[in-house]
């Protein structure tokens, strides 16, 4: 059977406007997804700066498997997550939401498919050191 959707041919994927690069992010949702060798966090990014940008979201994984505990306590940490929630190993996905900082993204292939992959983060004040520019919630004050 076929069928006509109207705008399929022109509808791009989020993750294919995302360049290489630093993003001022703001976190949307998080989403637990369980897999047996490697569980992770689905991550909803809205994007803040550079403003050409702003109002994209992506999507990317974090990993919580024992060897990338590392990667997931760098993140809570740069987005400013609770530190008690954090002192008593706890994750609450409503907690990381509205959360920012900044995260480097970089496009890479595995397996033969495209993926983006989170390199780095920082805290969202580094976003003024790094690019001279204020912080979207500080331009109102």
């Known amino acids: 059977m ?16 995302i360049l290489d690069g630093e993003y001022l992010v703001r976190i949307a949702r998080a989403q637990y997804r369980w897999d047996k060798s490697k569980p992770y966090y689905v991550v909803r990014f809205e994007i803040l700066e550079p403003a050409t940008s ?8 974090i990993y919580c498997s024992v060897k990338a505990l590392w990667k997931l306590n760098w993140f809570l940490r740069d987005f400013d997550y609770d530190p008690e929630l954090l002192g008593r ?25 495209p993926i983006l992959s989170l390199d780095a ?8 050191e790094m690019f001279g520019t204020t912080l979207p919630d500080q331009e109102a004050a």
Not at 4 to 16: C, D, F, M, R, V
Not at 54 to 61: M, S
Request: hydrophobic content about 30%; overall charge positive; some cysteine.
């Open 89 to 113: 190993d706890e994750l609450d996905e409503r907690a990381l939401c509205g959360l920012t900082g900044v995260v480097k993204v970089s496009h890479k292939t595995f397996d033969g498919h």
């Open 2 to 17: 076929k069928r006509q959707i109207p705008g399929l041919s022109q509808a791009t994927q989020s993750n294919s406007d």
């Open 54 to 61: 702003a109002r994209l979201t992506f999507n990317g994984r």
């Open 121 to 128: 983060f920082a805290p969202a004040e580094r976003w003024t």
